[in-house]
DNA sequence: GCTTCCAGTGGGAGCGCTCCCAAGATCAGG
DNA sequence: CCTGATCTTGGGAGCGCTCCCACTGGAAGC
C-alpha cells in the first residue's frame, strides 16, 4: 500500500526549481536566462556568469515537456517495428538496428521511443502517435505488404523514414540493404563452386527483403542457365528453415545447394540436413543472409551475406535527423559482403 | 535540399485544431470539452456527444506534450540498459526482456523510451533523465558494481524498478530471476548424471547474475561434497566462452562437466570442445544458462537454464506502473527451470 | 415554503518554457 | 552634441491542456 504520495518524500516537498526562480536568483529576467541556458546571443557575460551560478546553486534542470510545448519538438524520434506478432522482434536483427539508430540519435540529442507495432492495440497506439505529432519523427521497420502502417505514414505531416522497402509502395524516404545484390552474390557463389541443383528458402514474400532476395537468388540461377526450384516459404525463424528444408529434401532429393533467406532458417536447414546425414557442405553446400551471431557458432559455422545492420540503424536515424531540420536527403542503399566459412 | 519547410504542405498550413475549437464548435466551454474528451463526470449526455461529434467533424487529437504539461505526466517509462559498450544490448536477451516490457506499458498506455547508457554521453542522457524527471519511471538494467547508474536512481525522486539486483547495492523494487537456485539445479543435474569434476564458466562477476550463478555453481558441488573449481570468467559473448572453455581444458584437462553461466558461453564451450575433440556429452557434459534460440541451434543441442525474460520485462513494467499509480509493490523472483536437451 | 445538495457549467489561473518586440544602453561617425 | 546602428534587456503573449472554483438551477428533504 503506499504510505502517502511519492515516496514519503523526506524533507520538504521540494519542488523542482524552475526558470522564473533561476532569473530572480540571478538578477535577471526570464528572457534572458532562457537565452543564457541556450546559450543563445545578446546576454552579457556578466549575466550569463550569474545565471549559470544560479543554476548551479539551485540544481536547476530545465523542463523537458515545457520546452516541447513552447518549441513545438518533442526531442524524440520513435522507432516503429510492424509485424503480426511481437515475437518478430525477437530477432537480433532489430537489437542491431537499434544499437545504431541509438547512437545517431544520441547525437543529435533525441530520445529514442520503440514501438512495438504488433498488437491492434499497438497499431492504434502508433497511429495516434502520428495523428498526435507524439514525435518528431518515426522509423518504420518490417512493414508487410499492405500494411496499415504505410497508410498512416504517407498522411502523417511528420517526417518518415523506412528501414528496407515494402512491398507495394515506394516510400521517398529509405535506406535499405542491397538485397538483390547480396542474394545473387551468395547463389552465384554456389553456383561458382560447381552447384547445380541449388534451392531457395526464403523468407515471406511478402516482405520487402524476403522478395528481393528471391529475386537475387532466382537472377542469378537464370543468369548461369540454371532452373530456380519454386520458392519454399519460411518466416524467417530457425523452425521454419528446419521445415522448409525437410520440404526441400523430400521434393527435391537431389539437390546440392541451398540458399537460405537469412541465417536463423539457415541454421534451421543446417539442423534438419544433419539429422538427414547430408554433410555439409560435401552433399549440401549451405549460404545464409544476416550474418548474426548464430551464423558463427552454427555447426558448421554459416557461411553467409553480411550487411551493416548498425549502419542501416544509424543511417536511419541519420537520415530522420536531417529531415526533421527541414532538409531533403536522398535514400540509402548500403552494400553487402559474401563472408565464406565452412557450410558452402 | 529543402525546397521550403515541413514538406511542400500541398493545402494550407492547416494546424492541429486545439481542444478551444473543439469547444467552440460543440458549443460547450473547454472546461466541458476537457472533460468529455477524458470521460470524466459532470457532463450531459447531450453536450458529451456534442464534444464527439465535434472532434470526428475536425479530427481533433489531444496534444500529448500539453497534457503532460499540466498533469506533470509525460505519459513515459524508460528502460535504460547499461554496460560499457553498446554491443552488450546485441544480446537476445534484452529483446525479449523489451517485448515484455512494451507489452505491458501498452495495457497503462505509457510509452517506452529505451535508452542505451553505453557511452559517457548515453550516461549524461540519462542522468538529465533523472533529473528533470523526463519520465515518468525507470527500468534499469544490466548494471555493474558501482555502475554510476545505481547513484542516480537513488537521487531520483522517481520510481525506479531494478531488473535483477546489482552487486553491491539493494534496491527496493527489482524483479529478478532465482539466478542462485538455477545454477545449482543445472550443476545438481551435472552431478546427478555422475559427473564429478565440473568447472564453471562464469559470466561478469561485477554482475549480480555472473555473482549469483556461480554461486549456485559452487553450493551445489560443495552440498555434494566436491570441489568447485576457480570461476573461469567470460562476458556472457560466445568467443569469450570458447576462450574460457580453452583455458579450463588446459588447467584441468580431465574435467567432465561444465556450467556455463548463459547459453552463448556454453555454445562457445561447445565450438572449443568439438575443435578440440572431446564428445558431448560423453566425454564432456555442459549446462548453460538462458534458454535463447542458440540453445536449441546448438550443436548438440544445449541443456540449460530456462528463465522467463518476457515475464521478466512484463514484471518490471508492472511494477513500474504500480509505482507510479502510488502503490508499493513487492520485489519479485521469477523462477527458473531445467531443459534438458543432449548436451548434458 | 425554505434550506440543502449536487449535477452541470464556464471562467480563469496555471503548468514552465520560448520568442517576439519595444525600449533602454552603448558607441561610432559626422 | 546629435543621429542612427547595434547590443542588451525585460515584459508579455503565447504553446494546448488540466483543474480548481464559483455559480446556476432543479430535485430532494424537512
Known amino acids: 500500500m503506499g504510505e502517502g504520495s511519492w515516496f514519503m518524500a ?38 550569463r556568469e550569474a545565471v549559470e551560478r544560479a543554476v548551479r546553486q539551485l540544481g536547476y534542470v530545465p523542463n523537458p515537456t515545457a520546452r516541447a510545448l513552447a518549441t513545438r519538438q518533442t526531442g524524440a524520434a520513435a522507432l516503429v517495428v510492424s509485424g503480426e506478432d511481437p515475437s518478430i522482434f525477437a530477432d537480433p536483427f532489430f537489437a542491431q538496428v537499434i544499437v545504431g539508430a541509438s547512437t545517431a540519435l544520441e547525437e543529435a540529442d533525441l530520445h529514442l521511443m520503440l514501438c512495438l507495432a504488433a498488437s491492434d492495440r499497438g497499431r492504434k497506439r502508433v497511429e495516434e502517435l502520428f495523428r498526435s505529432k507524439g514525435a518528431d519523427g518515426v522509423m518504420l521497420m518490417a512493414l508487410r505488404e499492405d500494411d496499415p502502417l504505410a497508410g498512416m505514414a504517407e498522411e502523417a505531416e511528420m517526417p518518415v523514414v523506412f528501414g528496407g522497402r515494402p512491398v507495394g509502395s515506394a516510400p521517398r524516404w529509405y535506406v535499405d540493404v ?22 531457395a528458402i526464403c523468407g515471406r514474400l511478402d516482405t520487402g527483403a524476403g522478395r528481393a532476395r528471391y529475386r537475387g537468388y532466382r537472377d542469378a540461377l537464370l543468369a548461369a542457365g540454371l532452373d530456380p526450384l519454386p520458392p519454399q516459404e519460411g518466416d524467417f525463424t530457425e523452425p521454419s528453415g528446419a521445415a522448409a528444408m525437410a520440404a526441400l529434401l523430400a521434393n527435391h532429393p537431389d539437390l546440392d545447394g541451398v540458399f537460405a533467406a537469412n541465417d536463423n532458417m539457415g541454421a534451421g536447414a543446417l539442423r534438419t540436413l544433419r539429422a538427414a546425414g547430408r554433410a555439409v557442405p560435401a552433399d549440401v553446400a549451405v549460404v545464409g543472409f544476416d550474418d548474426l551471431t548464430v551464423a558463427q557458432v552454427a555447426d558448421p559455422p554459416l557461411t553467409t551475406v553480411h550487411q551493416p545492420i548498425t549502419a542501416l540503424g544509424r543511417e536511419m536515424a541519420r537520415m530522420l535527423v536531417t529531415l526533421i531540420n527541414g532538409h531533403d536527403p536522398t535514400p540509402l542503399i548500403l552494400p553487402t559482403r559474401l563472408v565464406t566459412r565452412s557450410s558452402a
Request: charged letters at 30%; a positive charge.
Open 10 to 47: 523526506e524533507g520538504a516537498p521540494r519542488r523542482q526549481p524552475t526558470l522564473d526562480e533561476v532569473a530572480e536568483r540571478a538578477g535577471v529576467s526570464r528572457s534572458v536566462a532562457s537565452r543564457a541556458l541556450n546559450n543563445a546571443p545578446h546576454v552579457s557575460r556578466a549575466k
Open 178 to 199: 542491397d538485397n538483390v545484390g547480396g542474394a545473387r552474390e551468395a547463389t552465384e557463389y554456389l553456383v561458382a563452386r560447381g552447384r547445380t541443383r541449388v534451392a
